[in-house]
């Protein structure tokens, strides 16, 4: 089976469930848990180890998260692990997450400049969206100082790319064109 499948499915089961059972607030903020908890290098490696046998990776998984998540959250986890399926953790909690936003309205944007941007003018930018996409904003900001200046905002799948560094490039294409 498609790896991207089975992520959809099972984050879809815990969503369909979770929105039945009127917990979608408290299940969304665990999946959150459960993504950070999925990056920390000894997790990554529990996870993805073919020696540690499940019933012992459920045993681990549910000391570390049992206390901080819904039973209904503590479940799925379960499931995953003694269907062999652990290592589709970070895409079922990340497709959960993405799916619970897209319920609720909300576009995920991306906003990178090369210095750190005032509020005012992220609030301007977060407005401007809101009134082009007609949903609400979660705007996140990424510095690079590899883009010189100017900003990159990704909207969904949508960018606008108004860096130097992007500018640059275009003039140097075009250089290089004229000079063949």
Excluded: W
């Amino acid at each position: 089976m498609n790896n991207s499948r089975i992520s959809v499915r099972y984050s879809k089961a815990l969503f369909n469930s979770a929105s039945e059972k009127k917990l979608l607030d408290k299940v969304y903020e665990d999946m959150i848990f459960i993504s950070e908890l999925c990056k920390m290098p000894g997790m990554k490696e529990l996870l993805k180890s073919p020696i540690i046998v499940p019933s012992k990776k459920k045993d681990i998984l549910q000391k570390v998260a049992g206390n901080n998540i819904h039973k209904l959250t503590l479940s799925l986890l379960v499931m995953v692990v003694m269907n062999g399926r652990e290592n589709f953790l970070p895409a079922i909690a990340r497709e959960f997450i993405r799916k619970t936003k897209e319920f609720n309205g909300i576009t995920e944007s991306v906003l990178t400049t090369a210095v750190k941007v005032d509020d005012k003018i992220k609030k301007q930018i977060t407005d401007l969206i809101t009134g082009i996409f007609k949903t609400k904003v979660e705007l996140k900001e990424v510095i690079d100082k590899d883009i010189i200046g100017g900003f990159v905002l990704r909207i969904e799948d949508n960018y606008i790319d108004a860096s130097i560094r992007y500018k640059l490039r275009k003039i140097e294409k075009e250089l290089l064109g004229n000079a063949l």
